[in-house]
């Protein structure tokens, strides 16, 4: 299926002069947005849609990597093939697994890197799998090999070498469909209950990074002073999303490790209150924000009295105000800027500032 998605992206464009403002991207990554994992992704998807908005030709080249060498010696060769086959001026490699499909390099070369790529894997004892540790040390290998390197949040410039340059862009929103919608309309329409406070947690409940279990935890603590359902939403589509985080009280987020979550961001779109533990950039993200909890640990305890003084408090957040800045049309311009440095390229002077 990835392969049918992959071949049939875009059509093929004529070659001429390359215009300044626009460079041709292929863009790989290893994972997708499929019917079966709707949420997998899905950000990927949209910095594509937005690119090609703001006039960059891009073509999509997926695999399903699944930590199996042979599928990604698989993927190398149909690379290859499509590089013979279409022009291009860059690859952008998403996750640093990815980019190994590009090395050697035959074009500048671009990678962003979102998390598990440079922080491990976590496996289900709560430590990290000689898997994620190898998945470290390739990340690093091959940013030391890129052109440009990205990073979704501020914190994970500690996980590369010092002598690589990084620039941080998070993962962005598209603040016109994920807006906050009237909380009684929201839950109706999900067939949620119309009374009773809700807990919403948005991340997959089977991946252990996530620790569903310490979120279940905290609301069933909770559950001893206040009236409360824990409403999981995974593999739902994700167009859904705004209503569930419109038609809850406050969202949970338990993660041993993020790069820059979504789902806060989201959530704070939508003016969800937001319960998290300290990780990745959330808790500069909800510094901003009155009425969100970063805890200060890991505790179920904590993060109980962290959910009922919210859940006490009651009311929405000015969270939307706070994301105002990761406009995803915002962001596309930042990526075209690191696009043309890679390539060599210079805005037209109508352009330059």
């Known amino acids: 299926m990835l392969d049918a998605i992959a071949d049939h992206a875009r059509p093929a464009q004529t070659d001429g002069p390359p215009r300044a403002a626009a460079p041709r991207v292929l863009v790989i990554s290893n994972r997708w947005p499929t019917e079966d994992t709707p949420r997998t992704t899905v950000f990927i998807k949209r910095q594509v849609e937005f690119l090609r908005r703001a006039g960059v030709e891009v073509e999509p080249f997926f695999f399903e990597g699944a930590q199996r060498p042979w599928r990604y010696v698989v993927g190398w060769i149909r690379l290859r093939r499509r590089l013979v086959r279409q022009r291009y001026d860059l690859i952008h490699a998403q996750f640093g697994q990815s980019a190994l499909l590009a090395l050697p390099k035959r074009l500048p070369l671009v990678v962003t890197f979102r998390g598990d790529d440079l922080m491990g894997i976590v496996g289900r004892q709560g430590r990290h799998t ?185 009311s929405r957040v000015n969270g ?17 800027s690191i696009y043309r440095q890679a390539v060599g390229w210079s805005p037209p002077a109508a352009e330059a500032t």
């Open 130 to 314: 000689l898997a994620g540790r190898l998945l470290r040390r390739l990340s690093r290998f091959v940013a030391r090999r890129a052109d440009a390197v990205v990073v979704v949040s501020e914190h994970m410039k500690a996980y590369l070498p010092r002598s690589v340059p990084v620039t941080v862009i998070p993962s962005g929103l598209d603040l016109s469909y994920v807006r906050p919608y009237p909380l009684r309309d929201a839950r109706s329409r999900l067939g949620l209950p119309a009374d009773g406070r809700l807990v919403l947690f948005a991340g997959n409940p089977n991946l252990p990074r996530k620790r569903f279990a310490l979120a279940k935890q905290a609301v069933d603590i909770v559950r001893e002073s206040l009236p409360v359902t824990l409403v999981v939403a995974w593999g739902v589509p994700h167009e859904r999303m705004p209503l569930y985080m419109s038609a809850c009280d406050a969202l949970v987020l338990t993660s041993v490790h993020e790069g820059s979550p979504n789902v806060v961001k989201e959530a704070l779109a939508c003016n969800l209150p937001v319960v998290s533990v300290a990780v990745g950039d959330v808790p500069q993200r909800l510094a901003r924000v009155e009425g969100c909890e970063v805890c200060g640990d890991a505790r179920p305890e904590t993060i109980a009295a962290a959910l009922c003084r919210v859940l006490e408090r009651g």
């Open 320 to 336: 939307r105000a706070a994301v105002a800045e990761l406009d995803e049309t915002l962001l596309a311009e930042r990526l075209i």
